[in-house]
């Protein structure tokens, strides 16, 4: 009866990825927590809550879910408004986890009503401005806890006290702090079987116990399994119903991207397809319960997912084991935990900061077209020093009138625009007929149509992924793509990484100004695509793939 539901083989590969991944999400968790504001305790309990449910419910077979970078910088966000309002985070507590579990609601209607397909349409500027910013928002906030002094909660406040990392910093916390990012870039260096996360969580920590350093700590975090917290929702006042909705909407619209974009890594890493819909219910719920538990909401978690994939995941058992394990830690080691010293957990936070900036993004900005890179910059800079909700909203609005006013000029210019751009590879046209008919097994060729801009990359790359495996070769034909933004770019460049790694030679033909001179900007020509497989007439190309087919 059980191997209908389960095939018995992955119990193994399942257990041993889950309880890595629970390894790796567990100094993690209590890292976020402690940067919510909430406690480290609030960060377990998030971990446990989504990391269990989401993997029971979502659609993702081999997710570990948990709380991530830009999620905790919106809750932080969340309990410095709540505290500000009340008075105290005991007193704005009711506040923060009806914003939660709003949150997860909204992410459950999101998989209801299929939103998931409309999230592929957020451009690559915004997200990779808003992601950039998340980053430097914990390298920020990190930096006063890792001298061993309490942080202020925004990034101006912080800079505006900047002097005070001379004069009031705690040595000892510094020179652990500093040990522990070592120890993180080192160890890997010596083995990868032992996240290095762990490892310099507790080589930090033991060294602070035994050599007695005055340095502030986590402090009590309690045992035994969580209690409810949601009783006193119905009291909230409602002049702080407008900030809930807010808020709430952020961790729907944010939880879901950071959760889709792991869920495509993980099909990537598996070769398998997720069910989007089904993975926004997943982790919606998750978050729910994680709000009705006391703890932060989370996401699908990249480093957790692609550990437990490695360590032999396969069905979603090994999300649920992960959770678990930290269900386990929860009720065992406890007591423990009270030892680690805060600098220890931002000297984790602070690399992980700098790994969500988008430095890919930020290398090439005099490289892309101007729009986006003002784009990604204003989205960089509000999100960093201003409110991430504003950011979000600024940056699609500002994208959207940007890309309508190009397809406008360029449509004054007298070129073709299709409403959607379009491939369409199963129509030659009429000087591919003869080509086609003998080598169709071999080479595939994909007609680009309009303008290459970001409502449009996902589709790109699903297309893209539907080749033959005998497939030898791919013609992208560009004859009529007259722009390509930032996010065509980097769905062109990842395309064309992924089918080189393939072992398929992809050749460019009849690129107009504008493209080209982006893709010799970012160096895709010459260093993915070199400028023998460039050319200017689809005759050429097959005259090339003829004598190369040839030889094979």
Known sequence: MLSRFY???????????????????????????????????????????????????????????????PMTVVSATLVAAAIEMSGSLENGLS????????GGLFQVIFGFLNIASYVKYFPYPVVSGFMSGVGLIIVILQLFPFAGLDSAKSTVKVIQQFPRLFTEGNLNALLLGAATIVIYFIFPKITK????????????????????????????????????QLG????????????????????????????????????????????????????????????????????????????????????????????LFLLAVLLGLGQLAAHIPLCVLAGLLIPIGFKIVDFKG????????RADAVVLVLVLLITTFGSLIQAVGIGVA??????????????????????VADIDGDKPWQDETEFYENYKDKVIIKHL????????????????????????AVILRMDRVPYMDQSGLYA?????????????????????????????????????????????????????????????
Request: charged share 20%; proline share 4%.
């Open 7 to 69: 095939n018995i083989k992955n119990l193994k590969g399942d257990f041993t990825g889950g309880l890595v991944a629970g390894v790796v999400a567990l100094p993690l968790a209590l890292a976020f927590g402690v940067q919510s504001g909430m406690g480290a305790t609030a960060g377990l309990y998030g971990a446990i809550a989504v990391g269990i449910f989401a993997a029971l419910f979502g659609g993702t077979e081999t997710q570990a879910s948990g709380p991530t970078g």
């Open 362 to 369: 930020l290398k090439h900005l005099i490289k892309v077209p």
């Open 232 to 323: 006193g929702i119905l009291e909230i006042d409602s002049s702080a119903y407008s900030t809930i909705l807010e808020y709430g909407v952020v961790f729907a619209v944010l939880g879901s991207i950071d959760s889709l974009l792991t869920s495509v890594i993980a099909d990537n890493m598996t070769k398998t397809k997720h069910n989007s819909n089904r993975e926004l219910i997943g982790q919606g719920i998750g978050n729910m319960l994680a709000a009705a538990i006391g703890g932060i909401p989370g996401a699908g978690a990249t480093k957790g997912t692609v550990v437990n994939i490695n360590a032999g995941g396969k069905t979603r058992l090994s999300g649920i084991f992960h959770g």
């Open 95 to 102: 506040i923060i986890l009806a914003a939660f579990l709003l």
């Open 449 to 472: 149509y309009g303008a290459l801009f970001f409502g449009f990359t996902s589709y790109f790359k699903d297309q893209i992924k539907e080749l033959p495996d005998q497939v030898k």
């Open 193 to 228: 079987a032992i996240p290095s996360a762990l490892v310099a969580l507790i080589a930090a920590t033991l060294i602070a116990y035994f050599l007695k350093l005055d340095v502030p700590l986590i402090g009590e975090i309690p045992s035994g399994l969580p209690s409810f």
């Open 492 to 552: 062109l460049e990842d395309i064309i990484f992924d089918l080189n790694q393939e072992g398929i030679e992809v050749l460019l033909v009849g690129l107009k100004e504008q493209p080209k001179d982006m893709l010799e900007a970012v160096d895709i020509i010459p260093d993915l695509v070199p400028e023998d497989d460039v050319f200017e007439h689809i005759e050429d190309a097959f005259v090339y793939l003829k004598e190369k087919l040839k030889k094979k």
């Open 398 to 419: 500002l994208a959207c009138l940007l890309f309508m006013k190009k397809s406008g000029d360029i449509s004054e210019q007298g070129l073709e625009v299709g409403a």
